[in-house]
């Protein structure tokens, strides 16, 4: 199998586990009385499920956005913006005070 389906299927998994977990959470600290609306509900098996695959699909699309941008080479030297310059110099600047200049005031 390709090293990248199966990153693909391991971040997956992930970010499903991670899904899991926040619903779980969202359950047991019964956010938005959700646990006392799935708990009288018939249909309470599949609100749970939807709840956590479509948790599920963000947090695996997630997961693997940042496995995929953290695959990235590290760049050598220095970090931060451009390097130091070592030397500064004026530049001359030319300007003319002609009959233009006197009319745009």
């Known amino acids: 199998m390709p ?9 997956t998994a992930i970010g ?10 969202l359950l047991w600290f019964d956010v938005m009385n959700m646990w006392s609306l799935i708990a009288r509900s018939d249909v309470a098996f ?3 499920f ?3 695959f479509m948790h599920g699909i963000v947090f695996a699309g997630v997961q693997f956005a940042w ?4 695959l990235a080479e590290k760049p050598e030297g220095p ?6 310059l070592t030397e500064l110099r004026p530049v001359p ?3 003319e005070a002609g009959r233009k200049a006197r009319r745009r005031r």
Request: a positive charge.
């Open 93 to 95: 600047v030319h300007a």
């Open 16 to 25: 499903f586990g991670i899904a899991a977990a926040f619903v779980g959470m």
């Open 67 to 70: 496995a995929v941008m953290n």
């Open 3 to 11: 090293k990248l389906v199966k990153l693909y299927i391991c971040h």
């Open 79 to 84: 970090r931060r913006g451009s390097p130091v």
């Open 46 to 48: 599949l609100a749970v």
């Open 50 to 52: 939807l709840l956590w």
